[in-house]
């Protein structure tokens, strides 16, 4: 999981300390302290188990932003001619610090499928979110040679192996909490947060609030994003905290800037549906087996529109069609032949980011062209990104304007995104703010995900561009807690409707639950409603 790293005053954590003293003093103290002494011997009880894509324009395919923090600020520009994955190197380098860091990463493949539907061998009724073909137990015998010479991820992995269910579809909060005590002794923000759920929840323990609020404080200070998502959402209602929009806005926008950066790198926006189970109980087999059929048209349908269609489902993984490279460049292929110009911006996509293909910024360079000489947006945007950030091509300010202009005059929403960064930035063209935040304005109407971003941050720039738009502290917030709600770990709410439509109601429960103390709405819904 990605980690941002953001230093702040430790006040804060201070007086929220001090507030929760008193309350906490007959519990059990945080167990992060390093000098305290707990045996190495981990628990051998087991709980009781508690009870848009139709049309060519509907994805915004990005070229990898290295860097998203303030636009105007820190908005960089790159001049290398080939993309690099940066992100994620300082993790890196911190795993190879780590004792039997081999061990922790072979088990981490182990794991990796370990999210799957597999049908139970004895009830073919009863499905788990579990991989029945994945070795578990090799995985918990290699992170716990990994945990006990002091990696603190392993011991994480462990305790999430615990909490998930993943052995055998229980969990085990006295395994789990043993493992996340743990981690979060090395100050593991992913372990505190685990724990700020577990004390503010009752899973295992009786609930403590106080104790789960000083351990979410210690994890989002550390970097964890589900935490800074929690005490944003903390902060912007007054839940547990004072009510204070400032330090909410400052949650929610690293977040939301990781979302971006996220996004942006994988180049589309990833794709988890939001579903009530409200309303889905109440659907009939026959709408849901329609969802199926639409699916298994455009799989076979052999116009253009289907081909690029099927291939996108392919490129992303989704409505239950495993993510296949190879099998994407098929269907893409098949409708650039057909002379269909998504098609052939998506081809130039996959070598652009080396999906499924060796990397190549000039055979990118060639598909993107021939896109962009029938008006496809998608690739004039990132023909323009090219040009901005010098990938494959020689660095032109002028050309990554041309192209983005005409992107935006073609209503794309990523033209006006990039448009306006070079507005706001004086990139080519003398800074106009006012034009900046209207384009931003038209992209995030669009549901842009980079322009709402944008101006939530422009909301918060103050006397800077008073004289066009008031500063709201309050619909920064909004704007951030939106673009943060689609980051990559939405797939939590999936994995918790695969666990509800398969009849594994209290692990749902669970899911969901994690993604309701994290401010989702639709999750608070969905655990109000398996309560």
Partial sequence: MMKAKHHKSILPLILIFICCLALCIAHTPPPHKKNEQTSNTPPKTHDEPLVEEDGEDDYKFHVEEEKTPRIGLSFTIETNNENTDSSGDSEDHDEKEKPMNDKYLSAQQIRKYTFSM???????????????????????????????????????SLGEIYEWGELDGFSNFTAAIFWYEKAAQFGNPDAQFALGFIHSTG??????????????????????????????YKYMLGHGVPKDC????????????????????????????????????????????SEEDVVSYYQYAGDSSALVHVGNLHLQGAYGIEQDYAKALEFFTKAAQQGSAAAMSNIGFMYQNGYGVAQDNTTALKWYKQAAEKKNAHAM??????????????????????????????GFADGHLYLGHMYFNAWHVKKDLAKAINLYTAAGQQGNTGALFALGQVHLMGQEVASIIAPNCQLAVTLFKKVAEKGTWTTLMQDGFDLFEHGDYERALLFYERSAIMGYEVAQSNAAFLY
């Fill in 381 to 410: 945007t990132n023909l323009g990104l090219m040009y901005l950030k010098g990938w494959g091509v020689t660095q032109s300010y002028a050309e990554a304007f041309r192209y983005f202009t005409s992107a935006s005059e073609l």
């Fill in 246 to 289: 400032t330090r909410s806005a400052a949650n929610y926008e690293i977040v939301a800037g990781t979302a971006v950066a996220e996004n942006q790198r994988i180049g589309y926006t990833q794709n988890v549906e939001m579903l009530r189970l409200s309303e889905e109980y109440e659907k009939s087999g026959d709408q849901i087996q």
């Fill in 203 to 232: 899973k295992g323990v009786p609930i403590n609030n106080p104790l789960g609020l000083l351990y979410l404080s210690f994890a989002a200070e550390g970097g964890s994003l589900e935490a800074q998502m929690t005490m944003g």
């Fill in 118 to 156: 597999h049908t139970l061998p004895d009830d073919e009724n009863s499905l788990d979110i579990y991989n029945h073909n994945a070795d578990v137990p090799r995985a918990i015998e290699l992170l716990t040679l990994a945990a006990l010479a002091g990696n603190d991820d392993a011991m994480f």
